[in-house]
């Protein structure tokens, strides 16, 4: 049972690239996402209920986020086709997220992202980002997703700022531990 979460966080790792062999938003685009999606949920679900949590399996899950994020971007900027204003704010978002991986890096010896209720909530509207274009206007869910990353992207450098040893569980700026 321990490597569970880890298999499946190396599952997502594997499975993403094959987003970029398919069309985008067709039926098997859908279901390898949907593969990934669920794998990101189960990884971290199973490590808590089995008590098998561990630095590198939160390691391993916050790489496999990065990886599926950036192909899924790449896959979809085609069909986002942003504005300036959306490319530079997710730029200045990137630079942020940067930022916040500089700082874990020098300041505690390690890699990691904080696992805080902003980052949940904007990897989970992300991961509903691809269904949402069939029910929501595009430019509204770019700019909700936006507005919601930036909160999360400044709130975990302020906790990276502000703690003395990395917290990857610290579930926001305003409550401390795990």
Known sequence: MRSIPNY???FRIVLSP???LVEPLGGLFFTLYFMCFIS???DGYIARKTETESRFGAKLDSMADMITFIILMYVLYGIINPTTLIIYWVIMIAFIRATSLIIVIVKYKTFGIVHSYGNKLTGLTLALFP???FFLPLDLVV?????????SAVE???IHLTSHHFQANRKS???SGH
């Open 173 to 175: 700026l305003f409550v």
């Open 8 to 10: 499946l966080s190396i």
């Open 143 to 151: 700019i909700s997703i936006c507005i919601l990353a930036s909160f």
């Open 40 to 42: 990101d949920g189960l």
């Open 156 to 158: 975990e450098l302020l």
């Open 18 to 20: 094959f987003l970029l």
């Open 131 to 133: 269904i949402s274009f």
